[in-house]
């Protein structure tokens, strides 16, 4: 099970451009494309020891112990999500990360991302 990093921490956020309108267009296909896109996100926050504190709608949270392990997600996200297909194409998902420190929190405290 993954631990969360504490410390100094980087904090990666992540959002698809445009999902609203594309969930209106295309509902069956950005069923598809939104499965894809979590599987894409998560494998790549696991690959680099990430943590994922957060998951609303299309939206992710995720902590890492570096802020090149954060950058690497990203890109590697941004990468791979471009050659998925279908209404996904016309939408762009977005990264955007900090770096902090991060005050010990209970096993039950949750961190929210900018609204």
Known sequence: M???PSGTVTFLFT????S???????????SEAQAAHDRILRRSIADRDG???????DGLGASFASPM???????????????VGGPRRSAR???????TPA???SATATISGPR
Do not use: K, N
Request: charged residues 20%.
């Open 2 to 4: 993954p631990v969360p």
């Open 15 to 18: 959002d698809i451009e445009g």
């Open 20 to 30: 609203t309108r594309l969930w209106d267009a295309h509902p069956d296909d950005m």
């Open 51 to 57: 943590y994922v504190f957060s998951h609303a709608g």
């Open 69 to 83: 392990s954060a950058l690497d997600t990203a890109l590697d996200v941004q990468r791979s999500l471009a050659g």
């Open 93 to 99: 998902s977005g990264c955007g990360w900090a770096c």
């Open 103 to 105: 005050p010990p929190r």
